[in-house]
């Protein structure tokens, strides 16, 4: 019998979703027949290192943010020599970059907002971009941190004052629909439009029961659906992504832009994410879903 580490939890701003995602992997696994080890990760590394001695013959990556989706935890488990799901060092720390993601994709052609990375008192003192923007941490998940910057809005200095992560992205704002695609290894699965009660699709509307709304497919031209997924699929293989990817997009239907805003490395697998939805869609429910994930394991070195 297979012997599978869930690793959940972590030290990151999206610590209780890794939780929920770490549960649900762990009933699963152990439903299909593995026998299942879940590890809550704290920022002891000595514990973690005893926890996984002697060595799981797979782990599962089921944490979420800095330090478990940044390619961190992912050299550990490289100079283990053990086996992880989803991407390698170079795609999870370039993925969780904004900034080095976005001079990836348009490297390959993919289509990205103007951006700027800025300190962050420059928003205090001035507009960085033309309002509308969003203002986003350089190296974080889940829209933790997202502002929406209106034209006439006056919470400029309330949000540099706030702001404990760095550096920051500002980028054009890009009105419309918002999208995302699941892509497993090189095949997208389908486009869902997610409809969200709030302003935008931030960490509540992505996580709360009620949140936000799933359409999948979505409902959008067929060329636009089939344009979204070749770009996701564009994406996972510029950053060199491994298993289980998702991108997110924007698209105006008014103007017919669409637009590439990130890939997520490590999609949640919650009881509300979106990536297990499109599976399912495509015929792969949530058990077959995370064994798939354990059998494409890999050291990515």
């Not at 926890?51 to 490289?78: C, K």
């Not at 999870?92 to 103007?114: C, E, I, N, Q, T």
């Not at 190296?139 to 929406?148: A, D, M, Q």
């Amino acid at each position: 019998m297979k012997r599978v580490a869930v690793l959940l939890g972590g030290v990151s701003a999206e610590r209780e979703v890794s939780l929920r995602s770490g549960a649900q992997v762990s009933a699963a696994l152990r439903t299909a027949g593995f026998d299942v080890t879940p590890i809550e990760v704290g920022e002891d590394l000595a514990a973690l290192l005893a926890a996984l001695t002697p060595r799981p013959d797979v782990v599962f990556n089921a944490l979420h943010g800095r330090f478990g989706e940044d390619g961190t935890i992912q050299g550990v488990l490289d100079y283990m020599g053990i086996p992880y799901t989803h991407s390698g060092v170079r795609a999870s720390a370039l993925a969780m970059d904004k900034a080095a993601a976005k001079a990836v994709f348009s490297a390959a052609g993919l289509p990205v907002a103007p951006h700027r990375i800025i300190d962050i008192a420059e928003l205090a003192d001035h507009d960085p971009l033309p309002p509308p923007y969003v203002v986003k941490p350089v190296n974080e998940g889940s829209s933790v941190g997202v502002f929406i910057v209106k034209p006439g809005d006056n919470h400029r200095a309330r949000i540099a004052a706030q702001w404990p992560y760095g550096p920051a992205m500002v980028e054009q704002y890009v009105p419309g629909r918002e999208l995302t695609v699941g892509v497993l290894e090189d095949r997208a699965l389908t486009v869902t439009e997610i409809l969200s009660n709030d302003v935008f699709y931030d960490y509540e509307a992505k996580y709360a029961a009620g949140g936000s709304r799933h359409v999948l497919p979505a409902e959008i031209p067929e060329p636009v659906a089939q344009r979204a997924r070749d770009i996701a699929v564009a994406a996972h293989k510029a950053l060199g992504c491994r298993g289980a990817t998702r991108a997110d997009l924007r698209y105006d239907d008014e103007t017919g832009k669409l637009v590439l805003l990130e890939v997520n490395t490590q999609p949640g697998m919650t009881a509300t994410s979106l990536l297990p939805e499109q599976a399912a869609l495509a015929g792969m429910d949530f058990l077959t879903l995370c064994t798939w994930m354990v059998e494409k394991a890999a050291c990515r070195v």
